[in-house]
């Protein structure tokens, strides 16, 4: 199901013998466009109040309804866990250190999303068989604040649209599917989707996101209401409008005219 991410906000998180706190923030990686960790702020004498990064890979279950992550972690482990600055971009050292820690596997390196597959459920499932060294080295990883990434300014390939406002994501692959985009500089109170591969970069001096998609492309584009979920008609009439290949049959091109 696709999930605004903001909603996520403040979901409480536990350990599988007690509550360790609730989710502040999210580092988003904008190489392959997902959400690699939740960051969660701890309370308590336990934890000492320290944020800590927990990954998709240690999810027991999701209670969706009562807007809780369960882990399959203990408080002790999670305790004694690697300390990152979340403050500044997460580099793949950190992330060795704290997936080896846990005695995950490598997610880099892969075809998949999340290693081998397309989820963390996969992943973790694949532990014990899949190695912890990567097929290939890579540099550091486009790991950034999703709070820091909200608010940044969207250019279109002819003039400024608006500013990145949220995130829709897949709640089991965790992957960006669309970028929020508050236009409200220029038609009042409209929001719109874009998917992230529409991008061409981001500019983390310029804080800007860059699309190749035209001011007026976007001001004509299906409306989207914030208030329901995003589903298969609504993502088909954006496809469609837009005359690019859908992500869930990735060999079916929509009939439309050329890209807009």
Same mark, same amino acid.
């Given at each position: 199901?696709?999930?605004?991410?903001?909603?996520?906000?403040?979901?409480?998180?536990?350990?599988?013998?007690?509550?360790?706190?609730?989710?502040?923030?999210?580092?988003?990686?904008?190489?392959?466009?997902?959400?690699?960790?939740?960051?969660?702020?701890?309370?308590?004498?336990?934890?000492?109040?320290?944020?800590?990064?927990?990954?998709?890979?240690?999810?027991?279950?999701?209670?969706?309804?009562?807007?809780?992550?369960?882990?399959?972690?203990?408080?002790?482990?999670?305790?004694?866990?690697?300390?990152?600055?979340?403050?500044?971009?997460?580099? $793949?050292?950190?992330?060795? =250190?704290? +997936?080896?820690?846990? !005695?995950?596997?490598?997610?880099?390196?892969?075809?998949?999303? #999340? @290693?081998?597959?397309?989820?963390?459920?996969?992943?973790?499932?694949?532990? $014990?068989?899949?190695?912890? =060294?990567? +097929?290939?080295?890579? !540099?550091?990883?486009?790991?950034?604040?999703?709070?820091?990434? #909200? @608010?940044?300014?969207?250019?279109?390939?002819?003039?400024?649209?608006?500013?990145?406002?949220?995130?829709?994501?897949?709640?089991?692959?965790?992957?960006?599917?669309?970028?929020?985009?508050?236009?409200?500089? #220029?038609?009042?109170?409209?929001?719109?989707?874009?998917?992230?591969?529409?991008?061409?970069?981001?500019?983390?001096?310029?804080?800007?996101?860059?699309?190749?998609?035209?001011?007026?492309?976007?001001?004509?584009?299906?409306?989207?209401?914030?208030?329901?979920?995003?589903?298969?008609?609504?993502?088909?009439?954006?496809?469609?409008?837009?005359?690019?290949?859908?992500?869930?049959?990735?060999?079916?091109?929509?009939?439309?005219?050329?890209?807009?």
């Amino acid at each position: 199901m696709l999930r605004s991410l903001k909603e996520l906000e403040g979901y409480a998180v536990s350990a599988s013998d007690g509550d360790i706190g609730s989710v502040a923030n999210f580092l988003l990686d904008d190489e392959r466009w997902a959400i690699r960790y939740l960051v969660v702020n701890t309370g308590g004498l336990i934890l000492n109040g320290r944020q800590v990064l927990i990954t998709p890979i240690s999810f027991r279950q999701v209670d969706w309804t009562e807007q809780r992550f369960h882990l399959a972690l203990t408080v002790d482990r999670i305790k004694n866990s690697p300390s990152v600055d979340t403050e500044k971009p997460v580099s $793949r050292q950190h992330e060795r =250190e704290y +997936l080896g820690y846990y !005695g995950y596997p490598y997610y880099w390196g892969f075809s998949g999303l #999340w @290693g081998f597959g397309a989820t963390p459920g996969l992943l973790a499932a694949g532990r $014990r068989e899949q190695s912890n =060294e990567p +097929l290939e080295k890579s !540099g550091d990883a486009h790991l950034r604040s999703a709070k820091e990434v #909200w @608010g940044y300014h969207i250019e279109g390939s002819d003039a400024s649209i608006g500013h990145l406002d949220d995130f829709i994501i897949d709640d089991e692959t965790w992957e960006v599917r669309y970028l929020v985009i508050d236009t409200r500089n #220029w038609w009042l109170d409209k929001k719109v989707l874009v998917a992230p591969h529409w991008a061409s970069r981001i500019s983390w001096e310029e804080q800007a996101v860059f699309v190749d998609l035209s001011r007026q492309a976007i001001k004509d584009s299906p409306k989207w209401d914030a208030s329901a979920p995003v589903n298969r008609e609504y993502e088909a009439r954006l496809y469609d409008y837009y005359g690019r290949p859908v992500y869930w049959d990735a060999g079916e091109r929509p009939l439309n005219a050329e890209p807009k």
